[in-house]
């Protein structure tokens, strides 16, 4: 049988990032950070712009969601192309390479940042696993 | 808590927080939306963290300031820092996190509409690391923030750092302290043909060594750390910069040792100075001419006075000696916390960014006195410099390295 896909950005695909997340990560694995991030996808291909909202405490992702029109605040936001996320997650760039090209822009604390970025690596190692369809 | 944080009881405590009401009211006063800090005295007077790499400093109208540095060292600058890790931001080539990005996000939201007035430091100077905006940096946020208005407007800060406060005062007067320490690690070593093969960059380091030992962060001066020179080097016409170089000491040449220590961003700076082995009865009347003026100098600081009418007293008695040639007519450059150094006081000279030569002093002012003597036909030279603080009648000296030039 095969394997059943989800549709990249989708409620489904949603669902089941943050069901493996809970899964896969311990509090542990994530350094029992507390934070919160928004990865913001402009030029989605209906044009709209969307954004993945998490939420960590004590390194427990408690909620994955995704948001249309107006953004919660949050520590980190990345903003970038549907396609940039797309080449990351489908493991063509690396969001380093991203960010220092200038086409993913990051705001909040950057030493934050840097220091929790083997951590959010091992997030997107995650999401990457999901079967999806772009 | 990191060591550098310092109770309000502690003889280094600055009250920070105060330094930046007292900015927020000024801007208040002057229009000023929010004021962008580049220069290094003014991240030292308000951050109390030492920043070698372009930094910035974002003061909005209430609230804590933040301020931003190369993201390789902003942990660090955010632990010596009063600031909390949210108001210590780095920059790096990233997307977001440029130095043009991270400014006016800071600044934005401070303007009404895009509107308003934005407070930079720009100007000119004989000091490198003075850190003015640069062109290109006004020109790139000039673009990001359209509608707003730039306003040169560093005399704020340097009317407010003028007048030294007591933590600033003692930080200054254990700088001095550590650097009598160095002094007094270079006679014991030089003394008694002890200088014999050693060489300028040696005398430099062994001063270094010793007053690292006793405290000092760094030998701060960008003219070389500590200044030595010794023979014709000494005596360089119209000279008062000597970075020490390879040259080895000779019996019969001055030295002239020149030391800067730096304690919690207060200066250490003083020299003092040597005849090798042996001097003549030439090079004994220079020395004699340049400690009795120096004498001369130190009583005649006090509040009141100005730079001209000292000038003017000093060489009246450089010419009644009959060694005004030697002289260089200048006895005095500025200091504060690291980064401010050069100018006395504020820029309303005649000659923009220059020490106004009619600027009168004023109790808790401090300044370096600076005397240098110089005699190139005989390659012989003196440099004195103390940090001194004006007090209500006169102006206490900060290094207590006894004033002589020796015979060692």
Redesign the interface.
């Given at each position: 049988m095969p394997e059943r896909k989800f549709k990249y950005l989708s409620k489904e695909w949603t669902e089941e990032v943050g069901k493996r997340l809970k899964k896969d990560l311990t509090p542990e694995k994530m350094k029992h950070i507390t934070s919160s991030m928004l990865t913001i996808y402009t030029n989605c291909p209906d044009k709209k712009t969307r954004a993945l909202y998490y939420k960590l405490k004590d390194g427990v992702v408690e909620s994955v969601s995704l948001v249309e029109g107006a953004l919660p605040k949050a520590e980190f936001s990345i903003?970038?192309d549907y396609d940039m996320f797309a080449k990351i997650s489908r493991a063509e760039l690396k969001a380093r390479s991203?960010?220092?090209?200038?086409?993913?822009?990051?705001?909040g604390?950057?030493?934050?940042a840097?220091t929790l970025s083997p951590t959010v690596d091992r997030l997107n190692e995650v999401i990457a696993k999901v079967p999806t369809e772009y | 808590m990191p060591e550098k944080k310092l109770k309000r009881d502690d003889p280094y405590f600055i009250d920070f927080p105060k330094r930046i009401k007292a900015i927020q009211k000024e801007m208040a006063k002057h229009g000023i939306d929010v004021y962008l800090g580049s220069r290094l005295r003014t991240l030292s007077w308000t951050v109390d963290a030492f920043m070698p790499w372009r930094s910035y400093i974002v003061i909005p109208p209430e609230g804590l300031p933040t301020a931003i540095t190369f993201v390789i060292d902003a942990a660090r600058v955010q632990d010596d820092s009063w600031l909390d890790q949210d108001h210590i931001l780095g920059y790096g080539p990233m997307g977001g996190q440029d130095q043009v990005s991270l400014l006016s996000g800071l600044i934005k939201p401070h303007l009404k509409a895009g509107k308003g007035i934005i407070a930079m430091e720009t100007g000119m100077g004989t000091y490198l690391p003075e850190g003015h905006l640069t062109l290109f940096e006004f020109v790139m946020l000039k673009a990001a923030l359209p509608k707003a208005t730039f306003k040169n407007a560093h005399d704020i800060i340097d009317r407010l750092s003028l007048i030294k406060d007591a933590g600033t005062i003692n930080r200054f007067r254990e700088a001095s302290r550590i650097v009598d320490i160095g002094h007094k690690a270079v006679y014991e070593a030089i003394c008694d043909g002890g200088y014999k093969n050693m060489t300028e960059t040696e005398i430099a380091g062994l001063a270094a060594y010793a007053m690292r030992k006793a405290g000092s962060e760094w030998e701060w001066s960008f003219t070389g750390g500590n200044e030595i020179a010794s023979g014709y080097r000494t005596g360089l016409a119209a000279g008062a910069c000597t970075p020490a170089s390879r040259k080895k000491l000779k019996t019969g040449e001055p030295l002239m040792v020149d030391l800067h220590a730096m304690f919690r961003l207060g200066l250490g700076d003083h020299s003092h100075n040597y005849f090798l082995g042996k001097a003549t009865k030439r090079q004994l009347w220079h020395a004699k001419n340049f400690i009795d003026l120096i004498h001369k100098c130190l009583k005649a600081y006090k509040p009141g006075v100005s730079p001209t009418t000292l000038a003017d007293e000093m060489l009246a008695f450089t010419e009644e000696r009959g060694f005004q040639d030697y002289m260089v007519p200048g006895f005095e450059h500025g200091i504060g916390l690291m980064g401010d150094e050069w100018r006395i006081g504020l820029n309303d000279g005649p000659f923009e960014y220059w020490t106004n030569p009619d600027h009168v002093y004023k109790k808790d002012e401090m300044l370096i006195c600076a005397v240098q003597y110089a005699c190139p036909e005989e390659n012989v030279g003196f440099r004195y410099e103390n940090p001194i603080l004006i007090t209500a009648k006169g102006c206490e000296f900060l290094s207590k390295f006894p004033l002589s030039i020796d015979v060692v």
């Open positions: 903003t970038a991203a960010l220092m090209s200038g086409k993913m822009t990051l705001k604390n950057l030493v934050k840097l | -």
